[in-house]
């Protein structure tokens, strides 16, 4: 580049900002400048050129909706059947203590 294809530019920056580009080892205002103004571009053409696939996207975050709906429902039935299963044992050690209160079988019987 000539110097006449140059384009100076003044620009103020919060400091914490600048920090963190700093952190990402830009030690020059210049060259972080500038690789941003390429990203900008390079996004905003990235943009466009997708605004066809966009109903696809929505379609796959549909899926997913409806996949996390479905393992919501699937967690709730788990719940639920864990909820009557300690239920029933808490009922059947209910009646095992009510059936025969200290009385036990001699031992040679195991059923």
């Given at each position: 580049?000539?110097?006449?294809?140059?384009?100076?530019?003044?620009?103020?920056?919060?400091g914490s900002l600048w920090k963190n580009v700093e952190s990402l080892g830009?030690?020059?205002?210049?060259?972080?400048?500038?690789?941003?103004?390429?990203?900008?571009?390079?996004?905003?053409?990235?943009?466009?050129?997708?605004?066809?696939?966009?109903?696809?996207?929505?379609?796959?975050?549909?899926?997913?909706?409806?996949?996390?709906?479905?393992?919501?429902?699937?967690?709730?039935?788990l719940i639920e059947m864990y909820n009557k299963h300690v239920l029933q044992?808490?009922?059947?050690?209910?009646?095992?203590?009510?059936?025969?209160?200290?009385?036990?079988?001699?031992?040679?019987?195991?059923?």
């Amino acid at each position: 580049m000539t110097a006449e294809e140059k384009h100076k530019i003044n620009v103020w920056c919060p400091g914490s900002l600048w920090k963190n580009v700093e952190s990402l080892g830009y030690d020059s205002p210049t060259k972080a400048v500038i690789i941003a103004f390429e990203k900008l571009i390079e996004y905003q053409e990235l943009g466009s050129h997708q605004e066809a696939s966009f109903p696809e996207i929505e379609k796959r975050l549909e899926e997913a909706q409806n996949q996390i709906d479905d393992l919501k429902k699937d967690k709730e039935d788990l719940i639920e059947m864990y909820n009557k299963h300690v239920l029933q044992v808490q009922t059947l050690i209910n009646q095992k203590s009510i059936e025969a209160p200290g009385a036990r079988k001699p031992w040679w019987r195991f059923w």
